[in-house]
């Protein structure tokens, strides 16, 4: 297992307020699996919205399509 860390990027769409947060493959299969959107919850407003894995963290979604043609 890798300790690569991933910055993950959203932004609410209610607030414009953004949220990052830095997470390693193991953190990020664990909270959100395989799931091409990812659920936030905005620390601002609390608003709950989805983001694209591939927008909020291209690395992520680069090493996910790595894995899969690997397999
Ligand atoms: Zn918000």
């Given amino acids: 297992m890798s300790d690569t860390k991933y910055r ?3 932004a609410c769409p209610q ?24 659920h936030m919850t905005c620390d601002a407003c609390q608003a709950e919205y989805e983001a694209n894995m591939a927008e909020a963290c291209p690395e992520w979604d680069k090493a996910c399509q790595m894995a899969k043609s690997n397999t």
Wanted: with cysteine; hydrophobic share 35%.
């Fill in 15 to 38: 607030c414009g307020c953004s949220a990052a947060a830095v997470m390693t493959e193991e953190e990020i299969k664990k909270r959100y699996g395989d799931a091409p959107n990812i």
């Fill in 8 to 10: 993950i990027k959203t």
